[in-house]
């Protein structure tokens, strides 16, 4: 037996406790919790079968009853002495994708996104946004076989692009590659068909946060977007964090949202406060180039989960539905390179370089912070990808 | 043992045999072939345990030379003696989705029903299609979680909807409810993340062929749509029949695609034959209103899969890519009610009433037909779905 110690001002403290899957090597995976720079084996911890597996699918499907049940368990667990067996070093150990993912949709939550794009895209309009953007958070299906976990290497997609001046498109790799600093929330626990979640139940079924990189490719999105929106400038990756954290473990960070206006329909009315004050951090190439704040979402999880349920379709556990871009309203707020550099027009340093869109060896990370409770803070992981080139 | 006879005028003869998955009931489901109104056990038929399972997945996965051998096998087996607890009848199972669905997109791949939507929501331009219509084929992601199978009733979708004189959106139940009549297209053998599928390989990757209903409501469509495409509009309900017509029965059924004009991309570029003289036919509470031929499509198989992965996009076993609604050129041929009534002005005459969009109580039926081997012709089951009210 062993006594595991992490101090209070440890960002992965009992506090948080994200799960992840992980492995060593020449052995099967298994569900773990952080805790400090220990993964602990959760099968071994709590003596669960429940854990011994390579995702955390069958855990959330279990429910929030659960989730509160085993949060108490492994906090109870980890207080005490834990076998040794059960404890790895966090450098000792490959992180795998922590869900399976069913259904993703990627939102457009941010006001100050949607703004700086519209005034990029459609100069001169009265307004930057679409006229329907206040009333329903815009969202899109994407890909769910491309989401890959933090640290794994991104090649770069090729597609068809075509400049204004051009009398036809041209096929090649894409010269506009991007970010899109995202959260990412997981779903527990889905709906039937034809039985919409409402906003007061959405805390019911929504398991955990994650890191996403919504890697976007301008040049190929740009050509193909109208009228059925993005799909390959989006579809060859996006990245999470390899840590899921709990729900259950962001109740410090919960603060309002932004006001809306005008007042939003009644089915998407809260009932409760539903914002996160998370930071965000975007590294290029180490160099820190942008801190998005999640507060600033002008959408909340609870309306996103539960718009997209109002028509009847159906969710399930392990879908993942995504933020859209956060930026906030000052300029080293922003949390795509388009915007950041105003389409490429006032390109930002990093490391001594003017830079603009993503070359071949980039690498870009994001991480982010949140409030826990007495004065703690809790550490989101990382979401962690390289550009290499295409073709290899 | 039993003789099992079907005459060669049958739908459903040697020449097709398509895959499904069925249950008697207190039965766990398992794979079966349609051979005239029989559904003959793969599990039993070949002792092979690769089919005592609820879905095609496993074998799917197992890849064309298996799909080739399946099928030889299965024609070598139903023309002797059969062991007669491997045969059931039609009537007296339950048909469940055959596949479980990884990713799903809708192509746009109709000409005439492209033209048509720009005619009727764009009129006045130059040209109806968008610019890069031509140049590729246009697709976007949808909701694996909604894909039912044929006879699974489809309740009416809530949602926002604003018609241009309203100054605000209201909500309630979709009053402008629609069908898309489509053929699916079902990936039997992915590509890993970065290995693009090319035309020349599609073969190898597509496994077979079902009837698809993309249910659409036109007026949260027409709301939600600008600027990311469709989501709510579409996202409550796809269906599916029940079996799946295997890609190696449709040799007979071949032939050329359009004159694609400017020409293609290289990546593009056929090199063969690969459109499907598929004939699909529209019922609307049991009468015929249109029968639009497949054949007219723009875009092939091999090119959307051709294009969906060329970023380096990753496909699954399972992965279901949907043409988009099939219009021919003429009125009767037209594959979505949108069209068939041009936007409601024009309503089309159903058991002696005049009809725009779906009532409650309505009911659809997709069915299909294609030329088989000397003569003969393979059907493709049904997809149908009836519209039940919200509430329920």
Redo the contacts between chains.
Sequence with gaps: MTTLVVPTDDLYGLQNLPYGVYSVPGQEPGVGVRYGDHVVDLARLLNDETFATGSLNPFMAQGRARWIAVRAAIIEALTGDVAAEAVHELDAVVLHLPIEV??Y?DF?ASEHHASNMGRLFRPGSADPL???WR??P?????????I?VSGTDI?R????R?DPADA????GPSTRLDIEAELGFVVGT?NP??Q?IPVAEAEEHLFGVVLFNDWS?RD?QA??????????GK???CTVSAWVVPMLALQAAKVSIPVQK?AV???LALDRVWGLDIEIVVEWNGQVVSRPPYASMYWSPAQMLA??T???????TG?LFASGTISGPDKNQRGAFIELTWNGAEPVDVNGRPRTFLEDGDEVVLRATAPGPGGTRLGFGEARGRIVP?P?
């Design positions: 069913a259904d949709v457009y679409s006229p329907n009333h329903l815009i969202g899109y299906h994407g890909r769910s076989a491309s890959v090649m997609p090729a597609g068809q075509k036809a498109p041209v096929f889905g068909m034809g919409p490719a190929i050509w193909e977007y109208v009228p059925l929106g993005p799909n390959l579809s060859f990756a005008p329909l009644p089915y718009h997209l109002v028509n009847g379709a159906p969710t399930r879908d295409n290899p």
